[in-house]
C-alpha cells in the first residue's frame, strides 16, 4: 500500500474509531442522567407459561406459545412431545382429562377421554388421547394442526436424547419382577441412560399421518385399521366400531364457590379433583386454615383427606360424616363400606400418569392430567404404529382405585366473577394428589409464594391401612406433635407430584405469576417475555 493509500486509510479507520467511542459514551451518559427512567424498565407482556413433567415437551410448548400459539396449541404440542420422550404417562395409547378457561369470554369446559376397555374382556384401552388432543385444538387452537404435531414427528425420527426423567422411570420399569423389555426404553431389564439417544422411526411414521390427515386417522383410517389388527393378534374379540365411535364430549366446568374464589374442576368429575375441591372449600370456611399454625393445618389436612377418600369412594359428598382418626371409629368405617386397603399407593411416584398446565397472553388456561394406566401401558408396542396401549378398566370395575387414572387432580381456580385465573394446577401420582393439590393451594394462598408452598412436606391419610402418610422431609418437630392416638404415622419418600401457575394478580398480569413443576420429579416449567 502506497504512503498516501495509508494515510487516507489511517484518517477513515480513526473517523470509525472515534464514531464507536462517541456513542458508547453518549449512550452511557444518557444512561446516568436517565437513571430512574431505566431503572422503571420492564417487560411489556408475556406469551405466557407452560409447565410439564418432561423438559423437551416444556420446550416445544413455549416454542408454540412464542409463535403465536394459544394455550390450547401449547398443550397439545407438548402431549404430542410426551409421547415421544414420556410415553411412560401420555403416549399415544393413554387417557386423560382436561379443562379449558377462557377469561375473555368467562367459559370454562372440560373434556374427559379417561381410558375404557376396547372389549369388555380386556385391560387393553381405547386410545382416546389423540382424538380428545385433536378436539382440544380445533376448538380452541390459534395454529394449523400440522405445526403442534411435526415437533414431535422431527424429534421421533431423527432422535433425542434421553432426560433424567425418561431414564428414572424406565429404570423403574426395569427393576419389576420378569424380564422386563420394552424398545427403546428397557431391553433385556437394560434402562436407557440419560442422555442416550433414542429413536423411533415407526413412531415418527405414526405421526406423521396425524399430521397430514388428522387425530380422526387413528379412529377410522389407515392408522385404525392398524390398530385393530394389531389388536387382534392377542386373541381378543374387538368390533372396529368401538375405535371409529368414539367422541369426546365438552361439558360446562364442574363449578363451586368459596370466600373470593371459583373453583373449577371437571363436569363428570375425578375422584382427585372432586376431593382436592372439597379439602379447599373445607379449609378456607371461616379462614381457619389460615388462622391455624404449621402444626393443626397439618391435622386439618390429615382429617380433610380422609374424609375426601372416604367420600370419593362412596361417590357421595353431600354427608358429612364424622371420621376422627381414632382406631375404633375406623374399623367401624371401613367393616360397613368396604373401604379398599390403599397400601399400594404407599411411596407411589411412578403410576403412569402425568400432567401439562399451560396459560397464554389471550387469557386462555389449559389444565390436562394423562395416564396410561401403569407405567408404559402395556409396555408392548403395536405392530408398525410404534406406541403401546394404554390400560384400561370398565366401568363396572372399582377404578377408583384399579387404575391411577381417577386420581387426576386437574383445577383451575379464578377470581369471584370467574373472569380471572389465579392457579391452573395439576396433581397426579397416586390418591395423595388430592392432599397434594390442595395443600398446595393452601399454602400458596397464605404464604403468598408458590415455590415455597409446593416444597412443603405433604401429609395424606389413606383410611385404610390405619395409617397417616407423612414425607420424610418433615421436620421432627412437627412431626413429634402429630399426635393420632391409636393411629400409626409412616414416613414415606414422596406423595403425589403438582404442576402449577400460580398468579397472585390475576391473569390479567402475567409478569406476576409464578410456576413450577415439581421438585419431586424431573419437569420444567418455563415462560416466554415480550419487551
Same mark, same amino acid.
Given at each position: 500500500?502506497?504512503?498516501?493509500?495509508?494515510?487516507?486509510?489511517?484518517?477513515?479507520?480513526?473517523?470509525?474509531?472515534?464514531?464507536?467511542?462517541?456513542?458508547?459514551?453518549?449512550?452511557?451518559?444518557?444512561?446516568?442522567?436517565?437513571?430512574?427512567?431505566?431503572?422503571?424498565?420492564?417487560?411489556?407482556?408475556?406469551?405466557?407459561?407452560?409447565?410439564?413433567?418432561?423438559?423437551?415437551?416444556?420446550?416445544?410448548?413455549?416454542?408454540?406459545?412464542?409463535?403465536?400459539?394459544?394455550?390450547?396449541?401449547?398443550?397439545?404440542?407438548?402431549?404430542?412431545?410426551?409421547?415421544?420422550?414420556?410415553?411412560?404417562?401420555?403416549?399415544?395409547?393413554?387417557?386423560?382429562?382436561?379443562?379449558?378457561?377462557?377469561?375473555?369470554?368467562?367459559?370454562?369446559?372440560?373434556?374427559?377421554?379417561?381410558?375404557?376397555?376396547?372389549?369388555?374382556?380386556?385391560?387393553?384401552?381405547?386410545?382416546?388421547?389423540?382424538?380428545?388432543?385433536?378436539?382440544?385444538?380445533?376448538?380452541?387452537?390459534?395454529?394449523?394442526?400440522?405445526?403442534?404435531?411435526?415437533?414431535?414427528?422431527?424429534?421421533?425420527?431423527?432422535?433425542?436424547?434421553?432426560?433424567?426423567?425418561?431414564?428414572?422411570?424406565?429404570?423403574?420399569?426395569?427393576?419389576?419382577?420378569?424380564?422386563?423389555?420394552? &424398545?427403546?426404553?428397557?431391553?433385556?431389564?437394560?434402562?436407557?441412560?440419560?442422555?442416550?439417544?433414542?429413536?423411533?422411526?415407526?413412531?415418527?411414521?405414526?405421526?406423521?399421518?396425524?399430521?397430514?390427515?388428522?387425530?380422526?386417522?387413528?379412529?377410522?383410517?389407515?392408522?385404525?385399521?392398524?390398530?385393530?389388527?394389531?389388536?387382534?393378534?392377542?386373541?381378543?374379540?374387538?368390533?372396529?366400531?368401538?375405535?371409529?365411535?368414539?367422541?369426546?364430549?365438552?361439558?360446562?366446568?364442574?363449578?363451586?364457590?368459596?370466600?373470593?374464589?371459583?373453583?373449577?374442576?371437571?363436569?363428570?368429575?375425578?375422584?382427585?379433583?372432586?376431593?382436592?375441591?372439597?379439602?379447599?372449600?373445607?379449609?378456607?370456611?371461616?379462614?381457619?386454615?389460615?388462622?391455624?399454625?404449621?402444626?393443626?393445618?397439618?391435622?386439618?389436612?390429615?382429617?380433610?383427606?380422609?374424609?375426601?377418600?372416604?367420600?370419593?369412594?362412596?361417590?357421595?359428598?353431600?354427608?358429612?360424616?364424622?371420621?376422627?382418626?381414632?382406631?375404633?371409629?375406623?374399623?367401624?368405617?371401613?367393616?360397613?363400606?368396604?373401604?379398599?386397603?390403599?397400601?399400594?399407593?404407599?411411596?407411589?411416584?411412578?403410576?403412569?400418569?402425568?400432567?401439562?398446565?399451560?396459560?397464554?397472553?389471550?387469557?386462555?388456561?389449559?389444565?390436562?392430567?394423562?395416564?396410561?394406566?401403569?407405567?408404559?401401558?402395556?409396555?408392548?408396542?403395536?405392530?408398525?404404529?410404534?406406541?403401546?396401549?394404554?390400560?384400561?378398566?370398565?366401568?363396572?370395575?372399582?377404578?377408583?382405585?384399579?387404575?391411577?387414572?381417577?386420581?387426576?387432580?386437574?383445577?383451575?381456580?379464578?377470581?369471584?366473577?370467574?373472569?380471572?385465573?389465579?392457579?391452573?394446577?395439576?396433581?397426579?401420582?397416586?390418591?395423595?394428589?388430592?392432599?397434594?393439590?390442595?395443600?398446595?393451594?393452601?399454602?400458596?394462598?397464605?404464604?403468598?409464594?408458590?415455590?415455597?408452598?409446593?416444597?412443603?412436606?405433604?401429609?395424606?391419610?389413606?383410611?385404610?391401612?390405619?395409617?397417616?402418610?407423612?414425607? &420424610?422431609?418433615?421436620?421432627?418437630?412437627?412431626?413429634?406433635?402429630?399426635?393420632?392416638?391409636?393411629?400409626?404415622? &409412616?414416613?414415606?419418600?414422596?406423595?403425589?407430584?403438582?404442576?402449577?401457575?400460580?398468579?397472585?394478580?390475576?391473569?390479567?398480569?402475567?409478569?406476576?405469576?409464578?410456576?413450577?413443576?415439581?421438585?419431586?420429579?424431573?419437569?420444567?416449567?418455563?415462560?416466554?417475555?415480550?419487551?
Amino acid at each position: 500500500m502506497k504512503y498516501k493509500n495509508k494515510i487516507k486509510f489511517m484518517v477513515k479507520t480513526s473517523k470509525i474509531f472515534y464514531i464507536f467511542i462517541f456513542f458508547p459514551l453518549l449512550f452511557i451518559q444518557s444512561c446516568s442522567n436517565n437513571q430512574n427512567e431505566l431503572s422503571k424498565f420492564s417487560p411489556k407482556s408475556s406469551f405466557g407459561y407452560i409447565v410439564t413433567e418432561e423438559p423437551q415437551a416444556t420446550v416445544v410448548g413455549l416454542d408454540i406459545l412464542k409463535n403465536g400459539g394459544s394455550a390450547a396449541d401449547a398443550v397439545v404440542a407438548s402431549f404430542f412431545m410426551l409421547s415421544v420422550t414420556y410415553p411412560v404417562a401420555a403416549g399415544l395409547g393413554s387417557g386423560g382429562v382436561c379443562i379449558v378457561h377462557d377469561s375473555k369470554n368467562r367459559i370454562s369446559e372440560s373434556i374427559d377421554f379417561r381410558n375404557l376397555p376396547i372389549s369388555p374382556d380386556t385391560f387393553i384401552g381405547i386410545p382416546r388421547a389423540v382424538r380428545a388432543m385433536s378436539g382440544l385444538q380445533a376448538r380452541y387452537g390459534n395454529l394449523k394442526w400440522s405445526s403442534v404435531v411435526l415437533p414431535s414427528e422431527k424429534v421421533s425420527r431423527f432422535g433425542f436424547p434421553a432426560s433424567r426423567a425418561t431414564s428414572s422411570i424406565s429404570k423403574s420399569l426395569s427393576q419389576l419382577e420378569g424380564k422386563q423389555d420394552f &424398545k427403546p426404553f428397557v431391553v433385556n431389564d437394560i434402562p436407557i441412560k440419560e442422555g442416550q439417544v433414542i429413536v423411533q422411526e415407526e413412531l415418527a411414521e405414526t405421526l406423521s399421518k396425524l399430521r397430514l390427515r388428522g387425530g380422526g386417522d387413528l379412529y377410522f383410517g389407515e392408522l385404525g385399521r392398524k390398530f385393530f389388527s394389531g389388536v387382534k393378534q392377542y386373541g381378543l374379540n374387538i368390533n372396529f366400531n368401538t375405535l371409529r365411535d368414539f367422541q369426546p364430549v365438552w361439558q360446562n366446568s364442574k363449578v363451586d364457590f368459596v370466600n373470593e374464589l371459583t373453583i373449577l374442576t371437571p363436569n363428570q368429575g375425578t375422584s382427585g379433583s372432586i376431593s382436592s375441591a372439597y379439602i379447599i372449600k373445607e379449609a378456607l370456611k371461616n379462614d381457619k386454615f389460615f388462622k391455624s399454625n404449621e402444626i393443626k393445618n397439618f391435622k386439618s389436612l390429615a382429617e380433610f383427606s380422609g374424609k375426601a377418600s372416604y367420600y370419593a369412594y362412596l361417590k357421595n359428598f353431600s354427608n358429612d360424616i364424622p371420621i376422627v382418626i381414632e382406631l375404633n371409629n375406623l374399623n367401624e368405617t371401613i367393616n360397613k363400606t368396604k373401604y379398599p386397603d390403599l397400601s399400594i399407593w404407599k411411596n407411589a411416584g411412578h403410576d403412569g400418569s402425568t400432567s401439562i398446565v399451560a396459560i397464554d397472553k389471550f387469557g386462555q388456561s389449559v389444565a390436562c392430567g394423562f395416564s396410561m394406566g401403569s407405567p408404559f401401558g402395556m409396555a408392548k408396542n403395536v405392530n408398525e404404529l410404534g406406541f403401546s396401549p394404554g390400560i384400561a378398566f370398565s366401568e363396572n370395575e372399582n377404578s377408583w382405585l384399579a387404575s391411577g387414572i381417577d386420581f387426576l387432580a386437574p383445577m383451575i381456580i379464578s377470581d369471584k366473577l370467574n373472569k380471572e385465573v389465579i392457579f391452573v394446577l395439576v396433581g397426579t401420582k397416586g390418591p395423595s394428589s388430592m392432599s397434594s393439590v390442595s395443600a398446595v393451594v393452601l399454602n400458596t394462598l397464605k404464604h403468598k409464594s408458590l415455590d415455597k408452598s409446593i416444597r412443603f412436606p405433604r401429609i395424606y391419610f389413606p383410611v385404610n391401612p390405619h395409617e397417616v402418610w407423612v414425607e &420424610k422431609s418433615l421436620s421432627s418437630k412437627v412431626l413429634s406433635q402429630l399426635n393420632f392416638q391409636e393411629v400409626a404415622i &409412616k414416613a414415606v419418600s414422596k406423595m403425589g407430584h403438582v404442576n402449577a401457575v400460580y398468579c397472585p394478580n390475576t391473569s390479567s398480569d402475567l409478569l406476576s405469576c409464578e410456576y413450577i413443576s415439581d421438585p419431586r420429579g424431573s419437569g420444567l416449567g418455563l415462560s416466554g417475555e415480550l419487551f
